[in-house]
């Protein structure tokens, strides 16, 4: 099978970075995992990138074309997934123009349900009986684009907001690349 190149955007921890280079390294998963881009240089998940001799980019975010910077090493990469793991920043819509139906996102709650920051929280006060993960295509809506996959399970009594966000955590391994195999089947 002929991979395609997919890159990783981070901010943080980096554990569904860890879990994508592990996925693509299985014969028949459609991606490689070629680029990690981190807007943060204290993300833990960049260890995943230097372990596994993944060439990465710390990227700041306060500097003038630092999407310039991101699209030129996408390039020559040859990258032709994104895969947003926790990366904290908004894409502008020229970037997205670039790179249309090729930036996926993951986020911890049941789309359209809960966009945005503090989920768990809110989902508690909200009383919740279900929540779960969606990946989905980012578009210029915050959370906003057409929804690939989605995993769900049903909040107990007795769970807190870091109950959910492992319960949460255990459905993206699953969903994150069971959507990269759906987008290049
Ligand atoms: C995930 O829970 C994801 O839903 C959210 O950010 C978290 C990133 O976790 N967008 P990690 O850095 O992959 O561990």
């Given at each position: 099978?002929?991979?395609?190149?997919?890159?990783?955007?981070?901010?943080?921890?980096g554990?569904?970075?860890k879990?994508l280079?592990?996925?693509?390294?299985?014969?028949?998963?459609?991606?490689?995992?070629?680029?990690v881009?981190?807007?943060?240089?204290?993300?833990?998940?960049?260890n995943?990138?230097?372990?596994n001799?993944?060439?990465?980019?710390?990227?700041?975010?306060?500097?003038?074309?630092?999407?310039?910077?991101?699209?030129?090493?996408?390039?020559?990469?040859?990258?032709?997934?994104?895969?947003?793991?926790?990366?904290?920043?908004?894409?502008?819509?020229?970037?997205?123009?670039?790179?249309?139906?090729?930036?996926?996102?993951?986020?911890?709650s049941?789309?359209?349900?809960?966009?945005?920051?503090?989920?768990?929280?809110?989902?508690l006060?909200?009383?919740?009986?279900?929540?779960?993960?969606t990946?989905?295509?980012?578009?210029?809506?915050?959370?906003?684009?057409?929804?690939?996959?989605?995993?769900?399970f049903?909040?107990?009594?007795?769970?807190?907001e870091?109950?959910?966000?492992?319960?949460?955590?255990?459905?993206?391994?699953?969903?994150?690349?069971?959507?990269?195999?759906?987008?290049?089947?």
């Amino acid at each position: 099978m002929v991979k395609k190149n997919a890159c990783i955007f981070i901010s943080g921890k980096g554990s569904n970075l860890k879990n994508l280079i592990k996925k693509s390294r299985e014969y028949n998963f459609p991606v490689k995992v070629k680029l990690v881009v981190s807007n943060n240089p204290t993300a833990d998940g960049l260890n995943y990138a230097k372990k596994n001799s993944i060439p990465y980019l710390i990227i700041d975010t306060k500097s003038r074309n630092y999407e310039e910077k991101i699209i030129k090493e996408l390039r020559r990469y040859n990258i032709s997934l994104i895969c947003l793991a926790g990366y904290m920043k908004i894409i502008s819509k020229r970037f997205l123009s670039n790179y249309k139906k090729k930036i996926i996102n993951i986020h911890p709650s049941l789309l359209p349900k809960f966009k945005g920051l503090n989920t768990f929280t809110r989902i508690l006060k909200n009383k919740e009986k279900k929540t779960g993960c969606t990946i989905h295509h980012v578009n210029e809506k915050l959370d906003g684009g057409n929804i690939i996959v989605q995993k769900s399970f049903y909040i107990k009594h007795n769970d807190n907001e870091i109950s959910l966000k492992n319960k949460t955590q255990q459905l993206e391994y699953l969903a994150f690349p069971e959507a990269i195999i759906k987008i290049f089947r």
